[in-house]
């Protein structure tokens, strides 16, 4: 078959577009997330990071150019030589796929929860896959994710995700070629429903409706969003996460939850952008009204480089050349003021644990036993371009947050890990 496929999705955030439906009073649906840290590969954890932001905010740059049948094959050379690294530490749920025969065992999937793409698909490992309720869709699926890609059949089947809780005609890639992935069968979309313009061909101006979208919509939830709480730990590998469909769980955070609408400036308005400033003690790094975004799919916490030269400045931190990371010494750990993200009138505050990576897996990203590396990044661009910061992992591993598509907003709140001492 010859192929000819666009690899970026071409976004624009419009909100929900499927119709609401009968609410039907059912209970979350609760998943275990499973922390891992890709140790093979994650010495180029920045640049990772980077590139995956450099295609967050590529492919919003080409939406106001929709693809076509001519320019297909050349978008699809450029994106898939954006260098694919593994990914590097991610969380991951697992999930069946199809329904099993008399003669096959269900199809487990392990699948990494990414809220900055909406596609879900799978067959990056060796799982196969058999069922007997898979429906050929006859469209081809390609996304470009910066640290990696994937290029398969677009099918409907059975998803699922509890007892009880099986979403059906649910539209998946499966993959026949995937780059960039290891250990995991390939990604839980969570981003909104329009990322997901222009990853089929010939279907180019369809988007595929996400599993939140098909659990709402056939009634199996009553809220329309999802509840993410990450837990930073100095484990590589390790059940410490817990993915909610259809609610929130206050079990896992403490106090109330800050919701913030979805930002209206572009690139940051087509993931679940946000505006927030950003202060190191006492000193401003960013503006209030700076937008970026909220994503699982980031390691770091990446900032616009003019603050990032400020933050660097005011830490006396130095550039380490073998894990690309900044690094103090411990009189500088010592001086460490807290980061304050100030979001919607609350501040979610960082102590200086927070801000560095766990010192127990330092070796794990090619870096010296006992030095102090740091999680804030450079994002590569400066101030002012629509999206200039990335409150990734470094960020979600200390807080609770809430991705709310009925109500175009995302909610964050602290949790019983947010003050805690981990890293050092």
Do not use: C
Not at 124 to 130: L, V
Not at 140 to 153: E, M, N, P, R
Not at 293 to 317: C, E, M, N, R
Request: aromatic share 10%.
């Amino acid at each position: 078959m010859h192929l000819t496929v666009d690899l970026s999705a071409a976004v624009i955030f419009a909100g929900a577009v499927m119709a609401s439906p009968v609410l039907i009073s059912k209970s979350p649906v609760t998943l275990s997330l499973s922390r891992r840290v890709n140790t093979t590969s994650i010495h180029n954890l920045v640049r990772h990071d980077q590139s995956r932001a450099k295609q967050l905010r590529f492919a919003t740059a080409r939406s106001s150019s929709p693809p076509d049948a001519s320019n297909f094959s050349k978008q699809r050379k450029d994106d898939v030589n954006v260098p694919a690294d593994n990914q590097a530490v991610s969380y991951v749920a697992s999930l069946e796929i199809g329904t099993p025969s008399s003669t096959s065992r269900p199809n487990t999937f392990s699948l990494i929860v990414d809220t900055g793409s909406s596609n879900t698909w799978f067959g990056a490992g060796t799982t196969k896959y058999i069922s007997g309720t898979a429906e050929q869709d006859y469209d081809l699926v390609a996304v470009q994710y910066g640290s990696g890609y994937f290029i398969g059949d677009e099918i409907h089947d059975v998803v699922t995700l509890a007892p009880g809780f099986n979403v059906s005609n649910q539209s998946l890639g499966k993959s026949f070629l995937a780059k960039g992935f290891s250990d995991v069968d390939g990604i839980l979309g969570l981003g909104p429903t329009q990322l997901t313009k222009g990853t089929l061909y010939p279907s180019v101006n369809d988007v595929i409706p996400t599993i939140m979208d098909n659990l709402y919509n056939q009634g199996l939830v009553s809220n329309y969003e999802v509840g993410i709480f990450f837990e930073a730990t100095t484990d590589t590998n390790v059940s410490n996460g817990q993915l909610t469909f259809g609610g929130t769980d206050p079990s896992k955070h403490m106090g109330d939850i800050t919701y913030t609408p979805i930002t209206s400036i572009s690139p940051a308005s087509a993931y679940w952008g946000i505006t927030q400033s950003l202060s190191y003690g006492n000193l401003n790094i960013l503006s209030p009204g700076t937008p970026g975004i909220v994503d699982t799919g980031t390691t770091l916490i990446l900032i616009a480089t003019d603050a990032f030269q400020k933050y660097t400045s005011a830490t006396g931190a130095t550039f380490d050349g073998a894990t690309g990371l900044l690094t103090i010494t411990l009189a500088q750990y010592k001086n460490l003021q807290n980061l304050i993200f100030h979001i919607e009138g609350t501040d979610f505050t960082l102590i200086p644990d927070a801000q560095i990576w766990p010192r127990a897996l330092n070796q794990d990203i090619g870096g010296i036993t006992g030095s102090i590396y740091l999680v804030i990044g450079d994002l590569g661009e400066l101030s002012g371009a629509g999206l200039d910061f990335i409150n990734g992992l470094g960020f979600l591993e200390r807080f609770y947050s809430v991705f709310d598509t009925g109500n175009k907003r995302v909610g964050l709140a602290p949790t019983s890990i947010t003050t805690r001492i981990i890293n050092f």
